[in-house]
C-alpha cells in the first residue's frame, strides 16, 4: 500500500462543476501539500496545511489530521484549472516528501 | 524576482554515459531539492541540499549524486546512465532549508531521455 494514496486518478468535469480531490496518507506529518503540474511539466505549490482549512480564490484545501485524510476542492470549475494535482506528505520523523500518484483533471468547456 | 531556472531543459544520451544538470534557486534561498518524475513511479524525493552540505537523502542508488556551491546553486550528476533513468528530473528550492514544513519553488525541470 503506497503512504500517500490519490482519488480519482482521473476526472473529467463539465465547467462550472464542483471538484472535490482527495488524499489519504499513512505517515505522521508535519505538513500537507497540494501541488498543481500543468502540461510541459512545472510545478506549482497551492497548499501547505497542517490542520484545518485554507481557501486561495476558487480552491479550498482541508485536513483532517485523525483520519489522515486532506481534501482539494475547486468551485466554479474552469477549463484553465485542467491540470495534474499531486498531493505530498511532509514527513514528520525524517523530514521527507513523500508524493501521491497524482490526479488528471480535465475541464470541458 | 525570477523563479527557480534549470539547465538544460532537454537531454539526450546514451547508456553508460554520464550527465550533469545544474539548478539555480531563487535569489535567497539556501535550500535546493532534487526530484526524479516518472510515468510508472511518480514524482520521487532525490536529495536536498543546504548551505552546501547534503541535508536529506531518498531512496536512489549511488549512481546519483549532487552538490550546491556557496552560491546555492546546485548540480545533479547521474553516472553509468540506464533506461529506466529517462524522468523529468525537477528540482525546488526554499527559503530555510526543510521540505516537510516549507513550501517549495520547483523549477521548469529537465527531461532526460536515455536512448
Known amino acids: 500500500k503506497n503512504e500517500v494514496e490519490q482519488s480519482p486518478q482521473n476526472l473529467t468535469a463539465q465547467e462550472g462543476e464542483f471538484i472535490t480531490i482527495n488524499c489519504s496518507y499513512s505517515?505522521?506529518?508535519?505538513?500537507l501539500h497540494w501541488l498543481q503540474q500543468h502540461p510541459g511539466g512545472g510545478i506549482v505549490s497551492l497548499f501547505m496545511?497542517?490542520?484545518g482549512k485554507k481557501k486561495h480564490g476558487r480552491l479550498i484545501a482541508t485536513i483532517n489530521i485523525q483520519e489522515k485524510h486532506s481534501s482539494l476542492h475547486i468551485t466554479a470549475s474552469h477549463p484553465r484549472d485542467s491540470a495534474v494535482y499531486i498531493c505530498a506528505a511532509g514527513g514528520n520523523r525524517d523530514d521527507k516528501i513523500i508524493f501521491g500518484k497524482g490526479t488528471r483533471l480535465h475541464i470541458l468547456p | 524576482k525570477a523563479g527557480v531556472t534549470q539547465t538544460p531543459r532537454y537531454l539526450i544520451k546514451t547508456r553508460g554515459q554520464q550527465v550533469t544538470l545544474s539548478c539555480s534557486p531563487i535569489s535567497g534561498h539556501r535550500s535546493v531539492s532534487w526530484y526524479q518524475q516518472t510515468p510508472g513511479q511518480g514524482l520521487q524525493f532525490l536529495f536536498e541540499?543546504?548551505?552546501?552540505?547534503?541535508?536529506n537523502k531518498g531512496n536512489f542508488p549511488g549512481r546519483f549524486s549532487g552538490r550546491q556551491f556557496s552560491n546555492s546553486r546546485s548540480e545533479m550528476n547521474v553516472s553509468t546512465l540506464e533506461l529506466g533513468d529517462s524522468a523529468l528530473y525537477l528540482c525546488?528550492?526554499?527559503?530555510?532549508?526543510?521540505?516537510?514544513?516549507?513550501?517549495?519553488?520547483f523549477g521548469p525541470g529537465t527531461r532526460l531521455t536515455v536512448l
Open positions: 525546488a528550492s526554499n527559503l530555510a532549508g526543510g521540505l516537510s514544513y516549507n513550501e517549495q519553488f
Open positions: 541540499y543546504f548551505s552546501e552540505t547534503q541535508r
Open positions: 505517515v505522521g506529518i508535519s505538513a
Open positions: 496545511l497542517s490542520s
